[in-house]
């Protein structure tokens, strides 16, 4: 289960406030994501970045940013524009290339509750 | 873009019997198809795959199978246990450059002992 780590686990903001979200890996993927998981809904995706310095809105984008300055981090900033910002967050890591291409790891995901 | 579907959003069995969720896609250009298990608070975690080359896929107690003319994939648990109980989540991505995956919303499995 190693590889991707995503802190804290348990976050609790007030509302109006920004809110940043860490995910780390040490898999040399090239691709990064960023997903949302209500209960009933799935994974959705809010971000995703291929190459350094480099990303793509997901289904999901507002309210939400990312930045992608160095392979092995991907942050997500939790605006106070996400009008129901209170989820399970995940985010994700894949390699392009070779036998594994599209395999997506996860991390542990943070929950963040906003009251 | 891709929209997966994903049924049934429950799934109850007992042990030892088989259990099968299904799920359709929109995108025909769409070439992969994994698999995802995910436990009560924890990660999803890829239980298998399949690519649009193949039609079928078997590791030990689980099988996919894919008809791409009718764009819909299939996944199989056979002898179920207690401990396969967990969300089950389908997947579709379009390849090429796109590493994007689509999820379908997810199946809850439980198997009864």
């Known amino acids: 289960d190693g590889g991707i780590t995503q802190s804290p686990k348990y976050l609790f903001r007030k509302e109006g406030q920004n809110v940043t979200l860490s995910c780390e890996q040490n898999?040399?993927?090239?691709?990064m994501y960023w997903y949302r998981q209500d209960p009933g809904q799935g994974l959705r995706l809010i971000y995703y970045s291929q190459i350094v310095n480099d990303f793509q809105k997901g289904d999901i984008a507002e309210g939400y940013s990312v930045s992608r300055e160095k392979k092995e981090s991907f942050p997500l900033t939790v605006t106070s524009a996400q009008k129901n910002p209170t989820a399970f967050y995940l985010c994700?890591?894949?390699?392009?290339?070779?036998?594994?291409?599209?395999?997506?790891?996860f991390g542990p995901g943070t929950r963040l509750t906003v009251t | 873009g891709e929209n997966v579907e994903q049924h049934p959003s429950t799934l109850s069995v007992q042990e030892g019997d088989s259990a099968v969720i299904k799920c359709t896609y929109s995108d025909s250009a769409s070439n992969y198809f994994p698999w995802y298990k995910q436990e009560l608070g924890k990660r999803p975690q890829l239980i298998i795959d399949?690519?649009?080359?193949?039609g079928e896929k078997k590791d030990q107690r689980i099988a996919v199978t894919l008809n791409k003319t009718a764009k819909h994939f299939s996944l199989h648990i056979t002898e179920t246990q207690p401990e396969d109980s967990a969300v089950y989540f389908c997947?579709?991505?379009?390849?090429?450059?796109?590493?994007?995956?689509?999820f379908g919303k997810g199946t809850l499995l439980t198997v009864n002992p």
């Open positions: 994700a890591s894949s390699s392009p290339g070779g036998r594994t291409n599209y395999e997506q790891y």
């Open positions: 997947a579709a991505s379009g390849g090429g450059s796109n590493y994007k995956l689509t």
């Open positions: 399949i690519r649009s080359n193949v």
């Open positions: 898999l040399n993927h090239d691709a």
